[in-house]
């Protein structure tokens, strides 16, 4: 199922929680929602859902307008946060509702709770209580239960946020094999860059209710447009313009917000002095050595009318050895890993 959201507009009287946005999820793909707290990505979801009305815009769902169509005949299935299990339900019977809700055959239920179970691998907790089951269990369960009717489109906001790091990070490869393996487009709400970027085909950066930069993993690393989406996404040093770093005419934005040069740790080289690559001196701040990677802190400093001064992070292979606080060094870097940003 393909699904667009067109020109969508959201409010909760004065604010604005979705502002115009629009986005086109292929059908088959994982589509992660990122964002901080507060920026509309539950409201999104809760509008695909159909259990928010939208102001203006349109969804369109396999060239079908969705507007008239009411939740409970959207056929999705969402997943929340929070274990939203029936507590006072065993986990065959939490599995079973949406069937019987949808009045499927008793027979078929039965096979069709069989087979979600075992499809998450908890067949032999059928009889059992929700609150007999772990927090990753019950989520597990929540997904069977949403995945039962088989669903047009799987909605999922924010499944793992309340598991810990290790149970979360299980659920993520399960959760991802499983969606790949049923082929279900999917949407999954998260505020956790990681999580985005090692399960979605492509990610949805949003900021104030609107989109920032979508696309895949790797685009938003390697070419994010703007200073949000690049500092949201792994780390990224912020240099004036007019630093005496190489200016890529390239992939300037075309809009007119004034622009910026982002340059990741990793594209950075420390150099002599004296080298004569050199595009800007620094001094050495901070070395922290990881092992196989050393990350550095320099200070580039300009004596100015403006005296500005910019800090920035290396990182480079290996123990660095000879690098020691206080020593200068020569920053240089390939022109075509610095980006043009947009300073929003
Ligand atoms: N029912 C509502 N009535 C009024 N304002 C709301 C309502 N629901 C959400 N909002 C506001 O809309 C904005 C977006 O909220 P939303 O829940 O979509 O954010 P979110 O990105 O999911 O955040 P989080 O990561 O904290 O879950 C927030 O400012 C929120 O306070
Ligand atoms: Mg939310």
Redo the contacts with the bound molecule.
Sequence with gaps: MTLDIQNVT?R??E?K??DDVSISIANGSLVC?L????????????VVAGL?LHDQGKLVLDGQDLSLVPARNRNFGVVF?SYSLFPNMTIAANVAYGLECRNWPRKEIALRVEEMLSLVHLNDQARKYPHQLSGGQQQRIALARALAPKPAVLLL??PLSALDAKVREELRVEIRMLQQRLGITTIM?T?DQEEALTMADNVVV?RD?RVMQSGTPMELYRRPSNRFVAEFIGWMNIVPADMGLPFPENGRPAGSHPLVLGIRPEDIQLLAEQDALCLLQATVDQVTRLGNLTRVRLRISENGASSREVRIMAEIQGMGEGLEVGMNRCISVAGESVRVLEWR
């Design positions: 959201k909760f009287g604010l929680a979705l929602f964002g901080p707290s507060g920026c509309g990505k539950t409201t999104l979801l809760r928010e946060q906001d924010e709400v505020h949003m209710g």
